[in-house]
Structure formats: structure tokens, C-alpha cells
């Protein structure tokens, strides 16, 4: 893994940074500082306004766990693509699906409220989070994170035993198993928009989907170094991301004006 701003990254970059490029991005973590309630995560200015700009000179689109209802009013931009629930939603023309996860979410969900009261490694910290298309059970405030987070695994394979069981960071996610995840969504993206190339910025579990593609015209980036991770590029810290949103609206800039020049 090597840092997208040493030499070879901008090589890298000189590759595939080229005109139609599509942009894409995770929220939480990427775009979006990571904060203790999911739900006070906010888009900071910094990166907004780059964004915005970038939206102007290239397709962009945003890849998330969160819903498209939950995303939509955190975004101070528009993007080209904005995929909810890791690829469950907002793919144009997969809109068949949604209704066949949805139900299969509300059956989870049911199973959980019912069963996880009688679960001997219940805490008051667990939070079930219905997505509409999966579920996400938080257990950040548990008393004991690590241990709860360790035995709500088997406990949720076997409450949901047709769900894909997907670990993130303090939280678990149920997925229906046939479900398209990032990685899945990412290529048909590039299919719907014909772009030349790709660059992927993330940081979670759910973006190695992404990081693992084999993809000659893809460059991958994490948000922290990784070892761990797929992913061949990383940035140190998430405020380096407004570096490199300043240096992919350089690149692009440059192209806008040796065209019309
Ligand atoms: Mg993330």
C-alpha cells in the first residue's frame, strides 16, 4: 500500500484522471468525518465546496451504506449517482429488486425487536437501525463494544439466517444475500456511464467490495492506512481528502482549459 501522493501515486494518477473520469466516494468516514452518532455526521464545508466543483468538470457519484432518504439531505452537492444501502439502491434500472429486499428487511427486523430482549448478551447500547433495504445494528454505546460487537454475530446469523452478515465499524450490517454490494454497483456504474476510467475513495469494510475489483482502468484509495485492506493507495488522515479533491480539480481544470484554448 502506498500513499496516493508520493511519485508513483501521481503517475497513477496522470493515467487515469483523464476527461469523463468517474469520481466516486463513500460518505461516512471519507467524505464525512466520523462521528460517535451516526446520525450527526455532517459533510464540512472544506469538502463540500470542492465537491460541488467537482460535480461541474466530471461525474461523481456517491457510494453508501446509508439510505438514499438519509444521504440525500447531507449532501450540499449533486452528484451524478447516488447509491444508497451499499448498492441496494439508486442503480438506474435495478429499481425491481428494492420491493423483494425491502421485505426481507422488515422480516429482520421484526425477528430482532422480538428475539434480541430474551438474548442473554443484550445491552441497552444495541441499536437496530431499519434501512429499508438492510439493516444495521449498532453497538458503539454497548457497555463492553468489543465483546458485544464479537457475540452479535453468531447470535444475528442464526435470528437471520438468510441475511449476509456483513461486519463495519461498531456496527453489523444484514444484507439480503443476492444483493449487489459496492464493488457490484461500481461496475455497473461504469457500464451505465461509459466513463474512461475510475477513481474510488473509502475507508470501511464494505469498500474492499470495491478495492478487490481487478481493474486496470480503477484507482483505489483508503482513507487511513491499511495494510489489511485490497485497496493500493491510501491517504494518511481524512482531512488529506481536500488535497485530493484540490488535485483531481487541478487535473481536470487543466483539461477544461487546454480544450477550449
Ligand atoms: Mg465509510
Given at each position: 500500500m502506498n500513499s496516493i501522493f508520493s511519485q508513483k501515486g501521481k503517475e497513477q494518477l496522470d493515467k487515469i484522471i483523464k476527461k469523463g473520469v468517474l469520481c466516486a466516494f463513500d460518505f461516512d468516514g471519507t467524505l464525512a468525518p466520523i462521528v460517535?452518532?451516526?446520525?450527526?455526521a455532517r459533510l464540512p464545508d472544506a469538502i463540500g465546496k470542492r465537491m460541488a466543483t467537482l460535480t461541474q468538470l466530471t461525474p461523481v457519484a456517491i457510494l453508501t451504506g446509508r439510505a438514499i432518504d438519509d444521504i440525500t439531505p447531507r449532501l450540499t452537492f449533486t452528484p451524478a449517482y447516488l447509491i444508497g444501502n451499499h448498492g441496494l439502491e439508486?442503480?438506474?434500472?435495478?429499481?425491481?429488486?428494492s420491493s423483494m429486499y425491502r421485505d426481507l428487511c422488515a422480516r429482520w427486523d421484526s425477528t430482532l425487536r422480538e428475539t434480541l430482549p430474551g438474548w442473554?448478551?443484550?445491552?441497552?447500547?444495541i441499536d437496530i437501525e431499519n434501512k429499508t433495504y438492510s439493516l444495521a445494528v449498532h453497538?458503539?454505546?454497548?457497555?463492553?463494544p468489543d465483546k458485544t460487537g464479537k457475540a452479535l454475530l453468531p447470535f444475528l446469523k442464526k435470528a437471520a439466517p438468510d441475511a449476509l452478515i456483513v461486519p463495519g465499524k461498531y456496527m453489523v450490517s444484514l444484507v439480503p444475500p443476492d444483493a449487489p454490494n459496492k464493488g457490484i454497483a461500481l461496475n455497473e456504474l461504469m457500464t451505465i456511464s461509459q466513463a474512461p476510467s475510475v477513481l474510488y475513495a473509502g475507508d470501511d469494510i464494505t469498500d474492499e467490495d470495491v478495492f478487490k475489483l481487478k481493474r486496470k482502468d480503477l484507482v483505489s484509495i483508503h482513507?487511513?492506512?491499511?495494510?489489511?485492506?485490497?485497496?493500493?493507495w491510501y491517504i494518511e488522515?481524512?482531512?488529506?481528502m481536500i488535497k485530493l479533491l484540490d488535485d483531481l480539480i487541478n487535473r481536470l481544470q487543466s483539461f477544461k482549459a487546454t480544450r477550449t484554448g
Open positions: 460517535s452518532q451516526p446520525d450527526d439508486g442503480i438506474p434500472g435495478w429499481e425491481k429488486y442473554s448478551g443484550n445491552d441497552s447500547g453497538y458503539r454505546h454497548a457497555a463492553d482513507v487511513e492506512k491499511s495494510p489489511a485492506s485490497a485497496a493500493p488522515t481524512h482531512e488529506d
